[in-house]
């Protein structure tokens, strides 16, 4: 029997991608990436946890073992009530990245994102654990004494 060992992580990112030796799966990877920080620039109630170069390391392994090797591993968020505000608020998003990292893939003809069991859940689950999320119920002191100056008024009147 021929057994035929997975490459590394960092054998896997360096391999060139079809019919362009001067581009390679991490240069893929980090055009998916960009998509990232374009998402979590569009929103206020977004930061990254990590430095953006320390986060793309974590995006290569996380597609490395997710989507290149298939390991699945399970979930279990900080904090469920905003790991279901995160979801309900920015699935749709993490469906448009899921898609468009699938098309990114599909330009370079890797298989990446396009086996049966992928999913745009994984993504998410990435973004909600590499992502600070503001939390929607949290007023800050300065909001409490405007909304209590907003009742006095309101009740004098």
């Known amino acids: 029997m021929n057994f035929m060992t997975k490459p590394t992580i960092n054998q896997w990112l360096m391999k060139h991608v079809p019919y362009d030796n001067s581009y390679y799966i991490k240069d893929v990877l980090n055009e998916m990436f960009d998509h990232i920080i374009n998402l979590v620039n569009r929103y206020d109630e977004l930061e990254f946890d990590y430095d953006h170069e320390k986060l793309k390391r974590k995006f290569y392994s996380f597609m490395y073992t997710t989507y290149y090797l298939k390991d699945l591993t399970t979930f279990t968020p900080y904090c469920d009530e905003m790991y279901e505000y995160f979801g309900l608020k920015f699935s749709e998003d993490c469906i448009d990245l899921f ?3 699938k098309e ?3 330009q370079y003809n ?3 994102l396009h086996g049966p069991t992928d999913t745009s859940l994984s993504i998410q689950e990435f973004l909600f654990d590499g992502l ?3 939390d929607p119920y949290y007023q800050s002191e300065e909001e409490d004494e405007i909304s209590e100056e907003n009742i006095e008024y309101n009740i004098y009147e």
């Open 132 to 134: 600070l999320v503001e």
């Open 110 to 112: 890797l298989f990446l």
């Open 99 to 101: 898609f468009n990292f």
């Open 104 to 106: 990114i893939a599909r």
